[in-house]
C-alpha cells in the first residue's frame, strides 16, 4: 500500500500523508465529533490528531490496517487532550443542542438520535472510543487492536456501555 520505509524523501511523504488524511477524513472527523463539544474544539482535535499522525507517519510499517493505526492515534489523542483539559479546568462545558429538551416538533427517529447523543456524551473517554468503533462495525478484534485490551474485554465492556446507556436514557 504506502511501503513508506524505504522511501524517506520528504515532498514523497507529504503527499502520501495528505492523500491518507483526505481518504480517511471521515474517520478523524467522527473522533472529533465525539470528543469536541463545540466546533472550535472539533477543530483543535482535527488539527491534534492530524499532528500526530504526521510525526508518526514515517515509521508506520503497514502491519495492521491504515484505519486502524488512524483511530488508535486518533483516539489517544482525543482522549489524552481531554484529560489535560479537565486538569486545567474545574467545569465541563455543555453544548446548547445537550441543554435543549426535545419538542413535540421533532420527529421520533430526531429525538432518539438526540437523546442518544446526550446519553453517549455522558460515557468516559474508553466507552466513546468503544461506542464509535461500534458503531463503525468493526469486529471485537479490530476493537480490540485499537483500544489495547483483548477481544473478550471488548465484549464484557459493550454489554456493560450499553446497560449504562439504557439507564441514563430512562433518566432523560
Not at 62 to 84: D, P, Q
Request: proline share 2%; aromatic share 8%; with cysteine.
Amino acid at each position: 500500500m504506502l511501503r513508506l520505509i524505504n522511501n524517506y524523501n520528504p515532498d514523497f511523504l507529504k503527499e502520501k500523508f495528505i492523500t491518507l488524511i483526505k481518504q480517511h477524513e471521515g474517520l478523524i472527523l467522527k473522533i472529533c465529533k465525539m470528543y469536541g463539544n463545540t466546533a472550535e474544539d472539533q477543530a483543535d482535535i482535527y488539527q491534534d490528531i492530524a499532528l500526530q499522525l504526521w510525526r508518526s507517519f514515517p515509521s508506520f510499517k503497514e502491519i495492521s490496517k491504515v484505519s486502524t493505526w488512524i483511530y488508535r492515534i486518533g483516539l489517544n489523542t482525543a482522549i489524552t487532550r481531554l484529560r489535560k483539559e479537565k486538569k486545567h479546568s474545574n467545569k465541563k462545558e455543555i453544548d446548547d443542542w445537550a441543554m435543549a429538551l426535545p419538542s413535540s416538533s421533532y420527529k421520533e427517529e430526531q429525538e432518539k438520535d438526540q437523546l442518544m447523543q446526550l446519553a453517549i456524551q455522558q460515557l468516559t473517554e474508553i466507552e466513546k472510543s468503544i461506542v464509535l468503533l461500534y458503531l463503525e462495525d468493526k469486529s471485537y478484534k479490530e476493537m480490540a487492536e485499537i483500544i489495547g485490551i483483548t477481544e473478550s474485554n471488548i465484549g464484557f465492556k459493550l454489554n456493560q456501555i450499553k446497560t449504562k446507556l439504557k439507564s441514563i436514557i430512562t433518566t432523560l
